[in-house]
């Protein structure tokens, strides 16, 4: 067609022509893409329901623990051979660490010694793993022992002496290498230690950092420089922070391995660029037309960083900051090369004793052989992830309570 | 912009006062790395009048106004030359206190930029950050002074908790001059203070400026031509970064000493 020619009603019904050719094209690309987008949105979702349905199947069972009833007779000499204090026939259904614990009885409920009790004991994680279906022991792999067990559980079952109670000791025990006694708090108390003293350390050093860059600091070579290179360190794999630490914490300054402030100041390091990333966008958020009002009534550079930039910016800087700790916090490469990847039974009691941290905790019992560290490892990432959910949507929450627009 | 001279109601330009100069410019230079922004402008701002600051984008109108208050000392790569006497002082020295001299020139920017803060401590945050007042009923007299003196009194009086963001686009402009004077300066620098709003705000700006260039000594810049007819008592057209012509205002519109002064404010080109 002779698109330089006169408009004749046949031509114009020949241009429309064409562009309703186009336009069924251009719709169906707009539908094919629109699909995409959808599609992706489905699979994304429906991994995370996955690894969500899992871990719940898996882990729900451990906030749950078997208990049995004894007879325990708490006469003196029992109290350090343990087995002594209950019937024989119990000794394959309580928990080893149970009766090891009855050892305390003297120190903590003297007025008990001498005397004969009916106490719920918890039970051995065999006879636990059993109940809650995790464990065959009447099939045909198994030994008539098992199976005799099974057989006395069941009877115990039907007495009512055996029951399910909710499990404290998940939360207030540390590590242990028996199963049914293993619990997160030691993991916990380091994991909160290592957050303050992470938090502690980036954030003041990370802010100032980009305060300096963003509203102080000249355009130049070197500015550039140091600007590209926290840009990389955003991305550098963590467990490189780990070795830095090892280099420069514990072999340099001397920190002690395993610490909690070796730990905190690794991830602090870690933490740092992300800190000073999202602070200098928020501080670059807020609007020049703000900073020259200041300057303009006589605010000198520092005054108008204090008192309006900085103010505005505190929700971004927040958020970026919960969502940094929040990532160090499930951090656990880094961690493994200055040993935090250890066997913590008892909960540190200061920032340089051994501590151990949630994820590292979760890793140990993923490696664990016994039945009842599967639901562990399980019930601990629901633990972390529960955390970590809480943290980002405060971070969320911050951001929407504060949001401003310009 | 089209516009003739007919078109121009010059009935109501200020007339000029034989006013001492309260500002003398000389030879100033400025340079934006190797670009030469400002030409050796000389030119006296009037005590107590109004200066209108004309000419096309990018005349250098605004930079001269920010050289005023030294503004351009945020900018990076800014070099200036010449002098700028006001009294004594020459506001160029490079030893000069900006922080000082910003109390004695305010100014007004062209977007209205309040604090997200209260008006009252959008008034307030300076004259208590400079120690002007003391906090309480020195502070409370000072804040309801200065609005009343920007007009706003009547809108504002019962809120002043509010936050100086949700008021109109006009009346925060109106709360940023509040702001500007509750400081006691002697100057009063306006970078196209009503070119963001409405016809109504300009009208009510335009009064507020006319009656404020009693007390102080105000340099506007506009792009509304007409704007500078109502208001200025005297006009400077720049133009590429000189000075094209400085005279009153009915002078500059009536009878303008340059062909190209004419041209631009008969609109042909701008």
């Known amino acids: 067609m002779d698109m330089t020619a006169e408009m004749t009603p046949e031509r114009r019904a020949e241009l429309d022509a064409r562009v309703q050719r186009k336009l069924k094209k251009r719709y169906r690309a707009a539908k094919r893409?629109?699909?995409?987008?959808?599609?992706?949105?489905?699979?994304?979702?429906?991994?995370?329901?996955?690894?969500?349905?899992?871990?719940?199947?898996?882990?729900?069972?451990?906030?749950?623990?078997?208990h049995v009833q004894v007879d325990v007779d708490y006469a003196e000499k029992n109290l350090r051979f343990t087995k002594r204090a209950i019937a024989e026939d119990m000794h394959d259904i309580v928990s080893r660490g149970w009766l090891r614990d009855l050892r305390r009885v003297k120190k903590e409920n003297p007025e008990l010694v001498g005397t004969k009790a009916v106490a719920w004991a918890l039970a051995d994680d065999e006879v636990d793993q059993y109940l809650k279906g995790n464990k065959d022991l009447t099939g045909d792999d198994n030994t008539v022992e098992q199976k005799a067990l099974a057989a006395r559980i069941d009877a115990l079952k039907a007495?009512?002496?055996?029951?399910?109670?909710?499990?404290?000791?998940?939360?207030?025990n540390g590590d242990s290498k028996i199963p049914e006694m293993s619990g997160l708090w030691s993991?916990?108390?380091?994991?909160?230690?290592?957050?303050?003293?992470?938090?502690l350390f980036s954030f003041p050093?990370?802010?100032?950092?980009?305060?300096?860059?963003?509203?102080?600091?000249?355009?130049?070579?070197?500015?550039?420089?140091?600007?590209?290179?926290?840009?990389?360190l955003a991305a550098v794999p963590s467990i490189l922070f780990g070795l830095l630490g090892l280099a420069i914490f514990i072999n340099f300054f001397g920190v002690p391995r395993s610490s909690a402030l070796a730990g905190g100041l690794t991830l602090g390091?870690?933490?740092?660029?992300?800190?000073?990333?999202?602070?200098?966008?928020?501080?670059?958020?807020?609007?020049?037309?703000?900073?020259?009002?200041?300057?303009?009534?006589?605010c000198t550079e520092w005054r108008t960083v204090r008192d309006h930039v900085l103010p505005l910016s505190m929700p971004g800087i927040l958020t970026g900051t919960i969502i940094g700790i929040a990532q160090a916090m499930g951090e656990t490469a880094p961690l493994l090369i200055i040993g935090m990847m250890a066997y913590i039974p008892e909960a540190p009691e200061g920032f340089l004793q051994a501590a151990t941290v949630l994820p590292a905790q979760i890793f140990t019992w993923?490696?664990?052989?016994?039945?009842?560290?599967?639901?562990?490892?399980?019930?601990?990432i629901l633990v972390l992830m529960s955390v970590l959910i809480l943290m980002n949507a405060s971070a969320v929450l911050l951001r929407k309570k504060f949001e401003r627009r310009w | 912009m089209t516009m003739n001279l007919a078109a121009t109601d010059l009935s109501k330009t200020p007339t000029a006062k034989e006013s001492p100069v309260k500002i003398a410019c000389t030879d100033v230079n400025l340079w934006y790395g190797d670009k030469h922004a400002l030409k050796g402008i000389t030119l006296d701002l009037k005590q107590n009048e109004v200066t209108a600051l004309i000419g096309p984008s990018g005349c250098g109108k605004s930079t001269f106004l920010r050289c005023l208050n030294r503004m351009n000392d945020q900018i990076k790569g800014v070099r200036i030359e010449g002098s700028i006497m006001m009294g004594e002082t020459d506001l160029l020295d490079p030893k000069l206190d900006v922080v000082n001299l910003r109390?004695?020139?305010?100014?007004?920017?062209?977007?209205?930029?309040?604090?997200?803060k209260s008006i009252y401590d959008n008034i307030s945050y300076a004259p208590l950050m400079h120690g002007l007042v003391k906090k309480g009923s020195e502070c409370d007299d000072l804040v309801e002074d200065s609005i009343k003196k920007a007009g706003l009194w009547d809108e504002v009086a019962d809120r002043l908790d509010a936050s100086g963001t949700g008021l109109s686009g006009g009346q925060q402009q109106r709360l940023c001059i509040a702001r500007a004077i509750a400081v006691q300066p002697e100057v009063l620098l306006m970078d196209e203070p009503a070119s963001a709003l409405d016809p109504i705000s300009t009208a009510t700006i335009e009064d507020l400026i006319q009656e404020l260039s009693d007390s102080y000594t105000i340099a506007i810049v506009t792009h509304n031509l007409q704007q500078a007819a109502r208001v200025a008592g005297y006009t400077a057209f720049f133009y590429m970064g000189d000075l094209i012509e400085y005279d009153n205002t009915g002078q500059i519109f009536t009878n303008p000493g340059q062909k190209r002064t004419e041209d631009y404010i008969t609109g042909r080109y701008g």
Not at chain 1, 164 to 169: C, I, L
Not at chain 1, 190 to 198: D, E, K, N, R, W
Not at chain 1, 370 to 378: G, I, L, P, S
């Open chain 1, 366 to 380: 993923a490696g664990m052989p016994e039945r009842a560290y599967v639901e562990r490892t399980a019930a601990g």
């Open chain 1, 159 to 172: 007495d009512g002496k055996i029951k399910m109670k909710f499990n404290v000791g998940f939360f207030t």
């Open chain 1, 187 to 199: 993991a916990m108390v380091g994991s909160i230690l290592v957050m303050v003293l992470t938090l």
């Open chain 2, 103 to 116: 109390t004695h020139v305010g100014m007004v920017f062209q977007k209205p930029n309040p604090f997200p």
């Open chain 1, 269 to 298: 390091l870690m933490t740092l660029p992300v800190i000073i990333i999202s602070t200098r966008a928020a501080l670059r958020a807020v609007p020049d037309t703000i900073r020259q009002a200041a300057y303009g009534m006589g």
């Open chain 1, 33 to 66: 893409f629109h699909f995409y987008c959808v599609g992706s949105l489905v699979l994304a979702i429906s991994f995370l329901a996955f690894f969500f349905t899992d871990m719940i199947s898996k882990g729900h069972s451990a906030f749950q623990q078997a």
């Open chain 1, 205 to 232: 050093i990370g802010v100032m950092t980009a305060i300096y860059l963003e509203e102080f600091a000249p355009d130049n070579r070197l500015t550039q420089l140091i600007e590209i290179n926290i840009n990389n």
